[in-house]
């Protein structure tokens, strides 16, 4: 069930207490980079983020590639819960949200990814298989390909 525009909410937002946390993407992290990420339409979740300066590479003017890694593994934790949540049938802010963790991730470096530029990241549901969930996620600067991954999900069991 596709969200409407007038309900758009980050997926982050709806992650309940103690699932706030993640230094990426964690609402409660003060100290955190904040992602959101947002359901665009039934198959895709985008998010922006635009790295801070001390956020460069081994070469100035270039993202550092473990931060590109963290913002694919954070965001493609967020649209897996939500796709997940989504085929449970339930909706984005009005049901408890389901919360999943890092299984596996992959990153392909295509090109370096400049600093100083705001960031589109994609994701796309590749696979659920009952609580795991794979998602292919891009890094795109001024709309080219930087970086990709898949990340492959779990979803936790709420307690």
Known sequence: MME??????????CYQAP????????????????IKSYV???ALVVASFQPAGYLT????HFAYGGMLAAVIDCHGNAAAAWFYHRAQGLMLGKDPMARSVT????????KPTPMGVPLRIEARLVA?????VRV?????????CC???????VVVRQQ
Not at 147 to 153: A, I, M, P, T
Request: hydrophobic share 25%.
């Open 103 to 110: 299984a596996s991730i992959t990153v392909n470096y295509r």
């Open 57 to 60: 590479g081994g070469v100035p």
């Open 19 to 34: 699932y706030r946390n993640c230094y990426g993407c964690g609402p409660d992290n003060v100290d955190g980079w904040h």
């Open 147 to 153: 970086c990709e991954g898949e990340v492959l999900s």
């Open 128 to 132: 659920i298989e009952e609580r795991k």
């Open 4 to 13: 409407s525009k007038e309900t758009r909410i980050a997926i982050e937002d």
């Open 136 to 144: 292919g996620v891009v890094i795109l600067a001024d709309g080219s």
């Open 40 to 42: 665009e339409n039934d």
